[in-house]
C-alpha cells in the first residue's frame, strides 16, 4: 500500500512525529495498566493523536497547545503565571508580560502586586503586548499550531457597566423588607445566572455577594418556597463558573442551606440543591469541606426517598463526594450502603448506584455492610444476568473486595461459580478490569480447593473455571 503524509522528506517533521508517538505510547500505557486513569489522560492521549495525524499529512492542528508545549517554545512566550503559551499576552504596569485570563484572574483576587517582581502596581490597566502576540502567532504557524480563541480557552465575556450597575440594582433589592421584591430579584437574578455568563463573574468578583443572594433565606420569619427555588437555583447557576466554586463552598452560609434545602423545599429545589453540591464538588478541597459538614446525610435521605427528578442529581453528588477516602467512612456511617443496595434490589438507577459501590468497595467498613445487607447475591446475580459489560465489572470488582474482606461470603461466591460458571465467563469475555478481578477470585478459590478438599469430587469447580 502506498504511504501518504510528508514525513519521508521532511527531517523536521519526523522529529516531532517521533516525539508525538513517544507520548502517545506513554499515555496510552497509562490507560491500559492503570484501571484509576482520568479522563483528562484520555483527552491528552486524543489530542496526541489528532497532533499525529495532522504532522503526517502537513495539516494545522487544533488540538490543545498544551500538547505543543515541550517542543522548545521559547521562554517569552510562556505566562509567568499558568506556564502554558500566552494566548492573549498583557503588559502589566510592572512592564512584566502576561497572559490575559490569568493575569485578570490574579488582579480580580484583590492582588496589587506585580507576580513576578512583587513591585505594587500604580494602575491595574493591562496593555496588549503587540510585538509578543505576533511572534507567537508566527511561531505556531511554522509549526501548524492553530491558536484557540479566547472562547474555546474559556475566557468569560467582559462585563459591562449596564450589566454591573443591574446587578447591584437586583441585590439591592433582594436586601428590601417587601417580599414581592424580594422575590422579583430573586428570580431574575436566576434567569441571569442561567443565560449570561458575565452574572456568573460578577458574583466571583464581590465579597458580600452570596452573602446578600442568601440573606433572605437565612433571616426567621415565614418560608416561601418559590424564593428558596430561585436563590438555590442561582447558587447552582453561578457554580458551574470555575472561578467560583471556592467562594461559593467557603462562604459560610451556602452549604448549611442547601443541606437545609435538600431537606425541606419543592422536589425541584431539593434536586437543585443536589446539582449544586455535585458541581462544587468538582473541585478537590471542596469535597472535603462538603463531606464534613455533613452533606452526606441528607443526600441520602433524599436518595431513600426515590423521588425519580432528584435521583440523578443526588447519585452524581454522593459518587463524587465519596471519592475521598475519609467521605467513604461518613457515607458508610450515615447508612448510604443499606440505602443504595434497596434501590438496586429494587432494579432503581442500577447503573449510577453499582458505580457508587464498587468506589466505596476499597472502604473496609463499607464492604462489610454489602455482606450484611445481603449485597452478594444480588451482585452476583447482576454480574450474571446483565448486559450491561460496565455493569457486570463493577459488581466482580465489588465481589473481588468482599472476597478480601469477609470470608463468611466465600461460600456464596464458591457455589455461584459451581453452578453457573459466572466468574469463570467474566474472565474470559469481561473488559480488562473484570478480567482482572474474576481471575483474583478464581486463583483463589483454586488455592481453598486445594488446601481443603483437593480430591473431593463434590467440591470441584465449574468446568469453565479450568
Given at each position: 500500500?502506498?504511504?501518504?503524509?510528508?514525513?519521508?522528506?521532511d527531517?523536521?517533521?519526523?522529529?516531532?512525529?517521533?516525539?508525538?508517538?513517544?507520548?502517545?505510547?506513554?499515555?496510552?500505557?497509562?490507560?491500559?495498566?492503570?484501571?484509576?486513569?482520568?479522563?483528562?489522560?484520555?483527552?491528552?492521549?486524543?489530542?496526541?493523536?489528532?497532533?499525529?495525524?495532522?504532522?503526517?499529512?502537513?495539516?494545522?492542528?487544533?488540538?490543545?497547545?498544551?500538547?505543543?508545549?515541550?517542543?522548545?517554545?521559547?521562554?517569552?512566550?510562556?505566562c509567568?503565571?499558568?506556564?502554558?503559551?500566552?494566548?492573549?499576552?498583557?503588559?502589566?504596569?510592572?512592564?512584566?508580560?502576561?497572559?490575559?485570563?490569568?493575569?485578570?484572574?490574579?488582579?480580580?483576587?484583590?492582588?496589587?502586586?506585580?507576580?513576578?517582581?512583587?513591585?505594587v502596581?500604580?494602575?491595574?490597566?493591562?496593555?496588549?503586548?503587540?510585538?509578543?502576540?505576533?511572534?507567537?502567532?508566527?511561531?505556531?504557524?511554522?509549526?501548524?499550531?492553530?491558536?484557540?480563541?479566547?472562547?474555546?480557552?474559556?475566557?468569560?465575556?467582559?462585563?459591562?457597566?449596564?450589566?454591573?450597575?443591574?446587578?447591584?440594582?437586583?441585590?439591592?433589592?433582594?436586601?428590601?423588607?417587601?417580599?414581592?421584591?424580594?422575590?422579583?430579584?430573586?428570580?431574575?437574578?436566576?434567569?441571569?445566572?442561567?443565560?449570561?455568563?458575565?452574572?456568573?463573574v460578577?458574583?466571583?468578583?464581590?465579597?458580600?455577594?452570596?452573602?446578600?443572594?442568601?440573606?433572605?433565606?437565612?433571616?426567621?420569619?415565614?418560608?416561601?418556597?418559590?424564593?428558596?427555588?430561585?436563590?438555590?437555583?442561582?447558587?447552582?447557576?453561578?457554580?458551574?463558573?470555575?472561578?467560583?466554586?471556592?467562594?461559593?463552598?467557603?462562604?459560610?452560609?451556602?452549604?448549611?442551606?442547601?443541606?437545609?434545602?435538600?431537606?425541606?423545599?419543592?422536589?425541584?429545589?431539593?434536586?437543585?440543591?443536589?446539582?449544586?453540591?455535585?458541581?462544587?464538588?468538582?473541585l478537590?478541597?471542596?469535597?472535603?469541606?462538603?463531606?464534613?459538614?455533613?452533606?452526606?446525610?441528607?443526600?441520602?435521605?433524599?436518595?431513600?426517598?426515590?423521588?425519580?427528578?432528584?435521583?440523578?442529581?443526588?447519585?452524581?453528588?454522593?459518587?463524587?463526594?465519596?471519592?475521598?477516602?475519609?467521605?467513604?467512612?461518613?457515607?458508610?456511617?450515615?447508612?448510604?450502603?443499606?440505602?443504595?443496595?434497596?434501590?438496586?434490589?429494587?432494579?432503581?438507577?442500577?447503573?449510577?448506584?453499582?458505580?457508587?459501590?464498587?468506589?466505596?468497595?476499597?472502604?473496609?467498613?463499607?464492604?462489610?455492610?454489602?455482606?450484611?445487607?445481603?449485597?452478594?447475591?444480588?451482585?452476583?446475580?447482576?454480574?450474571?444476568?446483565?448486559?450491561?459489560?460496565?455493569?457486570?465489572?463493577?459488581?466482580?470488582?465489588?465481589?473481588?473486595?468482599?472476597?478480601?474482606?469477609?470470608?463468611?461470603?466465600?461460600?456464596?461466591?464458591?457455589?455461584?461459580?459451581s453452578?453457573?460458571?459466572?466468574?469463570?465467563?467474566?474472565?474470559?469475555d469481561?473488559?480488562c478490569?473484570?478480567?482482572?478481578?474474576?481471575?483474583?477470585?478464581?486463583?483463589?478459590?483454586?488455592?481453598?480447593?486445594?488446601?481443603?478438599?483437593?480430591?473431593?469430587?463434590?467440591?470441584s469447580?465449574?468446568?469453565?473455571?479450568?
Amino acid at each position: 500500500m502506498a504511504k501518504t503524509g510528508v514525513l519521508s522528506s521532511d527531517p523536521t517533521a519526523r522529529a516531532r512525529a517521533a516525539e508525538l508517538k513517544k507520548e502517545l505510547q506513554r499515555l496510552v500505557k497509562t490507560i491500559v495498566d492503570d484501571e484509576d486513569y482520568s479522563l483528562h489522560t484520555i483527552d491528552q492521549a486524543k489530542d496526541a493523536l489528532s497532533a499525529l495525524r495532522a504532522v503526517k499529512f502537513n495539516k494545522r492542528s487544533t488540538s490543545s497547545l498544551k500538547l505543543y508545549e515541550p517542543l522548545s517554545c521559547p521562554d517569552e512566550f510562556i505566562c509567568p503565571l499558568s506556564e502554558k503559551l500566552m494566548g492573549d499576552p498583557v503588559i502589566l504596569a510592572s512592564g512584566q508580560t502576561y497572559d490575559r485570563p490569568f493575569i485578570q484572574k490574579w488582579l480580580k483576587a484583590g492582588n496589587r502586586t506585580c507576580p513576578r517582581t512583587q513591585q505594587v502596581l500604580s494602575h491595574t490597566v493591562l496593555t496588549p503586548n503587540r510585538l509578543i502576540n505576533e511572534m507567537i502567532s508566527q511561531w505556531c504557524e511554522s509549526r501548524g499550531i492553530e491558536l484557540q480563541t479566547p472562547v474555546q480557552r474559556g475566557v468569560e465575556v467582559g462585563v459591562t457597566e449596564a450589566e454591573r450597575h443591574r446587578f447591584f440594582s437586583l441585590l439591592d433589592k433582594l436586601s428590601a423588607a417587601a417580599l414581592p421584591q424580594q422575590k422579583e430579584a430573586a428570580k431574575e437574578l436566576r434567569l441571569l445566572t442561567k443565560n449570561m455568563p458575565s452574572f456568573r463573574v460578577l458574583f466571583g468578583e464581590s465579597m458580600d455577594a452570596i452573602p446578600r443572594l442568601l440573606a433572605p433565606l437565612s433571616r426567621s420569619g415565614v418560608f416561601h418556597t418559590d424564593l428558596q427555588e430561585d436563590v438555590i437555583t442561582t447558587l447552582l447557576n453561578l457554580s458551574i463558573h470555575e472561578s467560583n466554586k471556592k467562594l461559593v463552598a467557603e462562604t459560610p452560609m451556602v452549604i448549611p442551606l442547601l443541606m437545609e434545602a435538600l431537606r425541606n423545599g419543592s422536589i425541584e429545589t431539593r434536586s437543585n440543591a443536589a446539582a449544586a453540591l455535585f458541581t462544587l464538588s468538582a473541585l478537590e478541597s471542596n469535597k472535603e469541606l462538603i463531606g464534613k459538614s455533613g452533606a452526606l446525610k441528607p443526600l441520602m435521605e433524599l436518595l431513600d426517598e426515590g423521588h425519580p427528578l432528584a435521583m440523578k442529581d443526588v447519585a452524581s453528588a454522593i459518587f463524587s463526594l465519596c471519592i475521598p477516602h475519609e467521605n467513604k467512612a461518613r457515607a458508610a456511617r450515615d447508612g448510604v450502603i443499606r440505602v443504595i443496595l434497596t434501590k438496586i434490589m429494587d432494579g432503581v438507577l442500577v447503573n449510577e448506584l453499582l458505580a457508587i459501590l464498587a468506589m466505596l468497595s476499597t472502604h473496609h467498613g463499607a464492604v462489610n455492610e454489602m455482606g450484611e445487607f445481603g449485597g452478594v447475591p444480588c451482585l452476583l446475580r447482576i454480574a450474571r444476568e446483565s448486559t450491561c459489560e460496565r455493569n457486570k465489572e463493577n459488581c466482580i470488582a465489588i465481589l473481588h473486595a468482599v472476597w478480601l474482606n469477609d470470608r463468611t461470603k466465600w461460600k456464596a461466591i464458591r457455589e455461584e461459580e459451581s453452578a453457573h460458571g459466572t466468574i469463570s465467563k467474566l474472565a474470559q469475555d469481561g473488559t480488562c478490569r473484570a478480567k482482572r478481578k474474576a481471575n483474583g477470585i478464581l486463583d483463589r478459590l483454586r488455592r481453598l480447593l486445594i488446601s481443603t478438599t483437593p480430591h473431593d469430587p463434590s467440591e470441584s469447580m465449574h468446568p469453565n473455571a479450568s
